[in-house]
């Protein structure tokens, strides 16, 4: 790569060519040829878009109502043409060879594209054939799906690399031949004739038509089509600028900017290595200029740059796979992911802080007087009141308009929109535009914050509608992001034009057209970023088809089970370091659908053997977030060799700064596995917030021991102390188990009796044992929780939750909970008509017990000690 150093300390042109090119390799392929060719391409990727936004709305619906002819599109037809459009632009935007031409597109890569297209839209104009010919393949059928399978794994080694389709054909591998003797003797089974197979993968929804690509189908593409067309009307320049105007005069400044205008980025990427480069282009170069060293200002914008798909209104492509997988709404998703999200965002400003403190840094000059050290912590602290209050007013102030205009509900807020819109406008044209500054040039004041802020207020509008339709419509994800990426629409077509006339400046005509190429430049994008989440979910349906096909989760399940010991601290590492290493070959989506597919249930399984009860949706959270690492840590993780092209840094060692930095990331997985209130689950509004700010105080404090510095440098003692208090703050619940026991045994054959001693809205716990289904010699067992509702009864409180239980000869013998029943699929690994019966061999009562808050009392003693013992030497002040 050659770079040049600019006297700015910045990066040359050259180097920026170079970014430009690993981010179109990596996101959106690195061919753009010209002439009628590229025009082409443009097209397609235009109506794919296009075809994207008319699945999501209504207008088949009404079309269908006007014509009289059914032009609606099912999921699966929908499935079909998404992958493609995705096949056959996969084909001409990426070289199948490094030797392939940038600028033209060869006959292979046509012939291939148009086979990919034939191979997913056979099972449109055929599907009523299909249909009726279920499982019995033709000759046609087995060519079509052959061919389309290699296609498949073609595109994805053109659009991911090698490792996912060395994965995939490992699974394909397992599914023809896993009766071998070169299979080993623990994993394998019965082995798969090539006619089922086949069908399995391609001709119905199990394998690569499967829930992953229709989740991409359905609801990322819109989401990532709404991100792009908010950065092509110039939303990320104004999220930087904002950044900084309110940020970079603090200590640190510009790494404190660079992370909050990376996480408001976050919304408009999903890529990391996409949000480092569009971000760290500008705040890296003003991080180095107050004295960040290379290593650590690449550092600092990955870091926050990966975190950005974590962070919630819009998350990364897995989360809205978790929808399907978990079975929850997107805004449950939203708000179980919020507390981590947030409190990870703000330890990462406080790791600025302290890396400032550190090497004694300053920050950018502000325009105006200079402010007190109180005058700046009450700013600080009326920005969070104000994001406090517009949240709240975002909630309260809409949650009305169903209230007040009941039906009409929906063109009421349409109207606000329009009013808001126009009169935000006006306020920004009373303004000049922002324009993108030149990270080399001298910085000799910040601008100012007010003035900033109030030119791009209207690029909110279209995220306040996605939270609208989220919140209080409850719309379902993909009608949400279509509504946001109307608003987005009429945003890009109408800003430029309406400026013009309220500033009186004329150019019209030139105005429409700008406006009109900027919505078509952000269709286009959105489509080509698309590529390779499209791609990928259906490469990973190959291995979601294999595991439904083989049962292989089970046999995975029994060998990490085996590896771990039964111990689920143990199993959630090991867990944690196999998706670290596929996610340094694999797309974060992809790398998340294996895992989760693999291991997600297995891990709850572990967890009820051990007396823990692991939420579903904590597990999947769990392998998102050591995915999400993947793009970190060395020596795979492209962010920070993006990074490091930027700052002219080492990157390897930008990857292990950068690693060191997540910490915190690599942290909360566990701590919410073992604390779900971090998850908000179970959690009221007023708990909600107590344990907001808690976790925070136990983040930031996390993040002040693992640094080395607090108010002053930590001692050894005092940085273990510091780590001892975050992990007493975030698990007191830990100590309180060591001296008081959380539950008291009761003798099984007094289930009754003890369920009728149990408050309204508590709980018992069961630990079952019996015979395994498939295999009747292995006795198994599990932990439930069961909830109590009131009853007159103990015996009725127990049917009423779905159990039914006898007791004889002193044993709680338990039967087949009926299908429908919430505990119909945990106990289908028993087998309930063998000679030996399931029985429950021990009934947990919650214990009367002290608040597990009460070591927050020793624990906030020993930090007032290290406080009191680091301000001696306090040399620098800490704020």
């Known amino acids: 790569m050659s770079e040049q150093t600019s006297a700015g300390g910045g990066v040359s042109k050259s180097s920026e060519i170079d970014l430009d090119e690993l981010v179109a390799q990596s996101d959106t392929g690195a061919r753009s040829p010209a002439g009628s060719i590229g025009n082409l391409m443009a097209a397609l990727a235009l109506s794919w878009s296009l075809f994207q936004l008319y699945y999501a709305s209504t207008l088949p619906f009404l079309l269908t109502d006007l014509l009289g002819i059914n032009v609606t599109l099912n999921s699966d037809t929908a499935r079909s043409v998404h992958l493609a459009f995705a096949l056959l632009l996969a084909s001409m935007a990426y070289p199948l060879f490094k030797t392939s031409p940038r600028n033209a597109i060869p006959w292979y890569d046509w012939l291939l594209g148009l086979l990919g297209v034939g191979a997913c839209l056979y099972l449109v104009v055929f599907k009523d054939d299909i249909a009726t010919r279920a499982g019995l393949p033709t000759t046609s059928d087995l060519v079509v799906s052959t061919v389309g399978l290699v296609i498949m794994m073609v595109a994805t080694y053109r659009a991911l690399g090698l490792p996912l389709v060395i994965v995939a054909s490992v699974f394909l591998i397992y599914v023809f031949f896993g009766d071998q003797p070169f299979i080993p003797e623990v994993i394998q089974w019965k082995g798969a004739s090539y006619g089922k197979a086949m069908w399995h993968y391609w001709m119905q929804t199990e394998g690569v038509f499967g829930i992953a690509l229709g989740v991409s189908a359905s609801m990322i593409f819109l989401f990532v089509l709404f991100g792009s067309m908010l950065d092509k009307a110039g939303a990320g320049n104004y999220f930087i600028k904002v950044a900084f105007a309110l940020l970079g005069h603090l200590r640190g400044g510009p790494a404190k900017a660079a992370v909050v205008s990376s996480a408001m980025t976050g919304l408009i990427s999903g890529s990391s290595i996409a949000n480092t480069v569009t971000t760290g282009t500008f705040t890296i170069p003003l991080m180095k200029r107050v004295g960040f060293k290379p290593e650590t200002a690449g550092a600092v914008e990955v870091s926050s740059s990966v975190n950005g798909q974590i962070m919630p209104p819009v998350m990364g492509a897995a989360a809205f796979l978790m929808v399907e997988y978990v079975g929850i709404s997107y805004l449950d998703v939203v708000r179980h992911a919020v507390v981590p999200a947030t409190i990870s965002y703000i330890a990462l400003l406080y790791i600025v802080h302290l890396e400032a403190l550190k090497a004694g840094m300053q920050g950018l000059p502000k325009p105006g007087p200079a402010k007190t050290v109180i005058q700046s912590i009450l700013g600080i602290l009326t920005g969070f009141l104000t994001i406090a209050l517009l949240a709240a007013g975002l909630h309260y102030g809409l949650g009305w308009t169903k209230d007040v205009f009941g039906d009409a509900t929906f063109q009421a807020v349409i109207v606000?929109?329009?009013?808001?819109?126009?009169?935000?406008?006006?306020?920004?044209?009373?303004?000049?535009?922002?324009?993108?500054?030149?990270?080399?040039?001298?910085?000799?004041?910040?601008?100012?914050?007010?003035?900033?802020?109030?030119?791009?207020?209207?690029?909110?509008?279209?995220?306040?509608?996605?939270?609208?339709?989220?919140?209080?419509?409850?719309?379902?994800?993909?009608?949400?992001?279509?509504?946001?990426?109307?608003?987005?629409?009429?945003?890009?077509?109408?800003?430029?034009?309406?400026?013009?006339?309220?500033?009186?400046?004329?150019?019209?005509?030139?105005?429409?057209?700008?406006?009109?190429?900027?919505?078509?430049?952000?269709?286009?994008?959105?489509?080509?970023?698309?590529?390779?989440?499209?791609?990928?979910?259906?490469?990973?349906?190959?291995?979601?088809?294999?595991?439904?096909?083989?049962?292989?989760?089970?046999?995975?399940?029994?060998?990490?089970?085996?590896?771990?010991?039964?111990?689920?601290?143990?199993?959630?590492?090991?867990?944690?370091?196999?998706?670290?290493?596929?996610?340094?070959?694999?797309?974060?989506?992809?790398?998340?659908?294996?895992?989760?597919?693999?291991?997600?249930?297995?891990?709850?399984?572990?967890?009820?053997?051990?007396?823990?009860?692991?939420?579903?949706?904590?597990?999947?959270?769990?392998?998102?977030?050591?995915?999400?690492?993947?793009?970190?840590?060395?020596?795979?993780?492209?962010?920070?060799?993006?990074?490091?092209?930027?700052?002219?840094?080492?990157?390897?060692?930008?990857?292990?700064?950068?690693?060191?930095?997540?910490?915190?990331?690599?942290?909360?997985?566990?701590?919410?596995?073992?604390?779900?209130?971090?998850?908000?689950?179970?959690?009221?509004?007023?708990?909600?917030?107590?344990?907001?700010?808690?976790?925070?105080?136990?983040?930031?404090?996390?993040?002040?021991?693992?640094?080395?510095?607090?108010?002053?440098?930590?001692?050894?003692?005092?940085?273990?102390?510091?780590?001892?208090?975050?992990?007493?703050?975030?698990?007191?619940?830990?100590?309180?188990?060591?001296?008081?026991?959380?539950?008291?045994?009761?003798?099984?054959?007094?289930?009754?009796?003890?369920?009728?001693?149990?408050?309204?809205?508590?709980?018992?716990?069961?630990?079952?044992?019996?015979?395994?289904?498939?295999?009747?010699?292995?006795?198994?067992?599990?932990?439930?929780?069961?909830?109590?509702?009131a009853g007159s009864d103990g015996e009725s409180r127990i049917n009423d939750a779905g159990l039914t239980i006898m007791v004889d000869d002193g044993k709680a013998l338990l039967e087949e909970p009926f299908p429908g029943t919430p505990y119909f699929s945990t106990f289908q690994d028993f087998d309930f008509y063998g000679d030996q019966p399931v029985e429950v061999i021990e009934v947990q009562k919650a214990s009367d017990r002290l608040p597990k808050e009460i070591f927050y009392i020793p624990a906030l003693g020993l930090l007032f000690i290290v406080i009191a013992v680091q301000r001696r030497r306090t040399d620098v002040p800490a704020f």
């Open 416 to 789: 606000i929109f329009a009013l808001a819109y126009l009169g935000l406008l006006y306020v920004a044209s009373r303004r000049p535009d922002l324009e993108l500054d030149d990270p080399n040039a001298p910085v000799t004041e910040l601008p100012a914050f007010i003035p900033t802020l109030l030119t791009g207020l209207y690029y909110l509008l279209p995220i306040v509608v996605l939270v609208w339709c989220l919140m209080i419509e409850r719309f379902s994800p993909g009608l949400s992001a279509y509504w946001a990426s109307v608003g987005m629409i009429v945003i890009l077509l109408t800003q430029k034009p309406l400026k013009a006339i309220m500033r009186g400046t004329g150019n019209l005509g030139g105005e429409v057209a700008n406006g009109l190429s900027d919505l078509a430049a952000g269709l286009i994008a959105g489509a080509r970023n698309m590529i390779g989440i499209a791609v990928a979910t259906g490469a990973a349906g190959i291995i979601v088809g294999t595991i439904s096909l083989t049962g292989a989760h089970q046999i995975m399940g029994e060998f990490i089970e085996f590896l771990s010991g039964g111990n689920l601290m143990l199993m959630l590492i090991l867990v944690g370091v196999f998706s670290l290493i596929l996610g340094m070959g694999l797309p974060t989506t992809a790398n998340y659908i294996v895992v989760s597919s693999l291991m997600a249930s297995v891990v709850v399984e572990i967890g009820a053997m051990n007396g823990l009860i692991v939420p579903l949706i904590a597990v999947h959270l769990f392998v998102f977030y050591f995915g999400l690492m993947a793009d970190v840590t060395p020596p795979v993780g492209l962010a920070s060799f993006a990074a490091a092209a930027i700052s002219q840094g080492d990157p390897i060692k930008t990857g292990f700064t950068a690693f060191y930095y997540s910490l915190r990331t690599v942290a909360l997985p566990f701590l919410f596995i073992f604390n779900t209130d971090l998850l908000l689950i179970d959690v009221g509004p007023v708990e909600a917030v107590f344990v907001f700010i808690v976790a925070t105080v136990a983040m930031l404090l996390f993040a002040a021991g693992t640094q080395g510095y607090f108010f002053a440098r930590n001692k050894a003692w005092e940085a273990v102390a510091l780590l001892l208090i975050a992990f007493t703050l975030f698990r007191p619940g830990f100590w309180l188990d060591m001296v008081q026991p959380p539950y008291q045994s009761t003798d099984p054959a007094a289930v009754f009796e003890t369920a009728s001693t149990v408050g309204d809205g508590g709980y018992l716990k069961f630990v079952v044992r019996g015979p395994d289904f498939d295999n009747p010699d292995r006795i198994v067992e599990t932990f439930i929780e069961v909830p109590l509702a």
